[in-house]
């Protein structure tokens, strides 16, 4: 069975930092593709950042500059570097992973429990 699970959330004030980091275990082949998605409050998920397992990295526009994602692939885990935070990044957050559990297995997406960020003064 295969979990993720983030850490790294919290309380942050306008212009601070955060890091998440997201740990994905359990019967894993390959992950070809790590990232992190955002829900606030009242709103849809969006999809924040993402990489592949050999570094491609892609943003949303609005964290461009301000976010870095980066993963290790030996240990499957996945980090988000959140930088300038501003009270627009407040949502909880969620680590996705498409991966497959066997070189036979089909790629599946699977989630974290998700872990909340507020940037508030």
């Known amino acids: 069975q295969v979990q993720l699970v983030e850490s790294g959330g919290g309380l942050v004030q306008p212009g601070g930092s955060l890091r998440l980091s997201c740990a994905a275990s359990?019967?894993?082949?390959?992950?070809?593709?790590m990232g992190w998605y955002r829900q606030a409050p009242g709103k849809q998920r969006e999809w924040v950042a993402s990489i592949t397992n050999d570094g491609i990295s892609n943003y949303v526009e609005s964290v461009k500059g301000r976010f870095t994602i980066s993963r290790d692939n030996a240990k499957n885990m996945v980090f988000l570097q959140m930088n300038s935070l501003k009270p627009d990044d407040t949502a909880v957050y969620y680590c996705?992973?498409?991966?497959?559990?066997?070189?036979?297995?089909?790629?599946?997406?699977?989630w974290g429990q998700g872990t909340q960020v507020t940037v508030s003064s």
């Open positions: 359990g019967s894993i082949f390959v992950i070809p593709v």
């Open positions: 996705n992973g498409v991966l497959s559990i066997s070189r036979s297995s089909p790629l599946r997406e699977y």
